[in-house]
């Protein structure tokens, strides 16, 4: 069972864990079918990314995420901007 022994699992948005295990599974398909090597994990801290599929609200120098808030950016986001939409 996920939630006693992971509680933080609920505290965060569910469509990163599922886009992380998607774009997983899409490697190991493209591994066994031989169009590209092993996967490689990602070093924590450098390039960190994720996806999430929700509403999504930017201000001038901040981003609102579902359950988490505004999170401040280090870069002035321009004026009138929408975020990519994943379809």
């Known amino acids: 069972m996920v939630k006693p022994n992971?509680?933080?699992y609920y505290?965060?948005?569910k469509t990163a864990p599922q886009y992380a295990l998607r774009y997983l599974s899409n490697?190991?398909?493209?591994r066994f079918s031989?169009?590209?090597?092993?996967p490689k994990f990602k070093k924590k801290?450098?390039?960190d990314s994720f996806t999430?599929?929700?509403?999504?609200t930017v201000g001038f120098n901040h981003i609102k995420l579902?359950?988490?808030?505004?999170?401040?950016t280090y870069e002035i986001l321009p004026d009138n901007v929408t975020p990519?939409?994943?379809t």
Do not use: F, M, T
Request: aromatic letters at 12%; proline letters at 3%.
């Open 45 to 47: 801290g450098k390039d």
């Open 27 to 30: 490697a190991w398909k493209r």
């Open 66 to 72: 579902p359950r988490i808030g505004w999170i401040k």
């Open 11 to 13: 505290e965060v948005s």
């Open 84 to 86: 990519k939409s994943v």
């Open 34 to 38: 031989k169009v590209s090597g092993v």
């Open 6 to 8: 992971n509680y933080w």
């Open 52 to 56: 999430l599929d929700c509403s999504i």
